[in-house]
């Protein structure tokens, strides 16, 4: 009896230790598992490293110097250009290659050069753009003055630089009468998509001679640019296109 009792209690020993033994395997498993898997925290660091790489990868930009080279030269070998600009000019659709030789694509930058052309033409207007350096650094974008004329009401008499938002005031009248009836309730406001100020400028037969229309940054303190522009006006540095200076 006592032998029977001995070998049941080996064998029981030997299922149990069997069975502690997958059970450690099972353990130790899960335990190497979750050391490799990395946390999410650190996942996420290298995702945004990724990120941020692919974000500076290098940019590259056409040399406006070589658009006359290509006019010159519709036909040119490869190892003549510089590899960066064939990559940009090919691009852009202004070349393609066969082999070793580009070819240029004469219609495409014509169209490109009339486009500068027309965005470069002189406004029907007088500009005062040698100012531009002064009144940058205050956050001014362009000056736009009306002058008061009584047959017609107000009109635009210069600007000191072409912007989306000045082209648009010179051609669109409707945007110019606006303003003008803007200006007697508001001194800032949003047209266009700029951020304008407007200032009365005092004189002609209702004690109004004109307005200055400022677009300024965003980030521009209207306050003082205002302080600035009534300064200039008290001056009369205004028509003799000395805005900005003190």
Request: glycine letters at 6%; charged letters at 25%; a neutral charge.
């Amino acid at each position: 009896m006592g032998v029977l009792v001995n070998d049941m209690y080996t064998v029981v020993m030997a299922i149990l230790g069997f069975i502690i033994g997958i059970l450690l395997v099972i353990i130790i498993s899960l335990i190497l598992e979750r050391i490799r898997k990395e946390p999410p925290l650190v996942k996420k660091i290298k995702q945004l490293a990724r990120n941020s790489s692919m974000e500076h990868e290098r940019v590259l930009i056409m040399d406006p110097r070589i658009i006359p080279i290509l006019m010159e030269n519709w036909v040119i070998e490869r190892d003549n250009l510089d590899p960066e600009q064939v990559t940009v000019l090919e691009k852009t659709g202004f070349i393609r290659s066969e082999g070793d030789i580009i070819i240029v694509n004469t219609e495409a930058i014509k169209t490109y050069i009339e486009s500068i052309n027309t965005s470069i033409q002189q406004p029907s207007i007088p500009t005062i753009h040698d100012c531009s350096p002064r009144i940058a650094k205050y956050g001014i974008l362009s000056l736009t003055f009306f002058g008061i004329e009584s047959s017609v009401g107000p009109v635009i008499k210069y600007t000191t630089a072409l912007t989306k938002f000045t082209r648009k005031l010179i051609e669109d009248e409707e945007l110019r009468a606006n303003i003008f009836i803007l200006s007697r309730r508001v001194e800032e406001v949003n047209m266009e998509g700029a951020r304008i100020i407007i200032i009365e400028i005092g004189g002609g037969e209702r004690g109004v001679g004109g307005y200055i229309v400022a677009e300024l940054t965003r980030n521009a303190d209207a306050t003082k640019v205002k302080q600035i522009l009534s300064k200039t006006i008290n001056n009369k540095n205004l028509e003799a296109g000395k805005v900005g200076t003190k």
